[in-house]
Every structure is written in structure tokens, then in C-alpha cells.
Nanobody, 115 residues
Framework: QLVLVESGGGLVQPGGTLRLSCAAS????????IGWFRQAPGTERELVAA???????NYVDSVKGRFTISKDNAKNTVYLQMNSLKPEDTAVYYC?????????WGQGTQVTVSS
């Protein structure tokens, strides 16, 4: 069974830092594209960052230079390092895996940036 479990969300002040983790089971990370989406209240879910199976990395423009996606194949875990957080980064963050058969989602972790 393929399962994604996120952790690391929380409340942080503007300018602060958080690191999200997504632990995967039931498959190996290096076989597929994996990434992070986020959804704020009243908005559509948007792609934040992703790594393809070939190692190519993409970010949404609003997080470039502040967020870094990485993965540890030995731990089967993908990370999202978030620096210089802004109130507009507040959202539920979801880990996402794309396979040819279907997409998989984690349960989400709340990130709140507020003073």
C-alpha cells in the first residue's frame, strides 16, 4: 500500500523557518515525480515545488529563493525547507506523488505564518 505522511507544520512568525517532511512507504521515491502542493482557504491547490524522477526541480515563482525541495532516497523521504516565511505562505501543505496509474496525496500539514 502506497502511503505518504507529512509532518513539520506549525505556527511561525514572519521571517521564520520551517522544514516539512513527507515519509513515503509502499514505493521508492526515485521512481516517480514527487512534490509539495499547498491550499489556502478559498483558493485552489497550487504546486509549490517538485522533483522529477530524473532529478529536475521546479518551484512556483512566489517561493523561489526561499524554499528548497530535497529528497533522501535512503530514508524514502522528501523535504521542503521553507525560509523567510511570509503570511501569504499560510496554507495546508500536501505531499504529492505522480505515477502513470494515479496520483497520491498525503493528509496535509498546516503551516501558519503570523505574528
Amino acid at each position: 500500500q502506497l502511503v505518504l505522511v507529512e509532518s513539520g507544520g506549525g505556527l511561525v512568525q514572519p521571517g521564520g523557518t520551517l522544514r516539512l517532511s513527507c515519509a513515503a512507504s509502499g514505493f521508492t521515491l526515485d521512481a516517480y515525480a514527487i512534490g509539495w502542493f499547498r491550499q489556502a482557504p478559498g483558493t485552489e491547490r497550487e504546486l509549490v515545488a517538485a522533483i522529477t524522477s530524473g532529478g529536475n526541480i521546479n518551484y512556483v515563482d512566489s517561493v523561489k529563493g526561499r524554499f528548497t525541495i530535497s529528497k533522501d532516497n535512503a530514508k524514502n523521504t522528501v523535504y521542503l525547507q521553507m525560509n523567510s516565511l511570509k503570511p501569504e505562505d499560510t496554507a495546508v501543505y500536501y505531499c504529492h506523488l505522480h505515477t502513470p496509474a494515479q496520483d497520491y496525496w498525503g493528509q496535509g500539514t498546516q503551516v501558519t505564518v503570523s505574528s
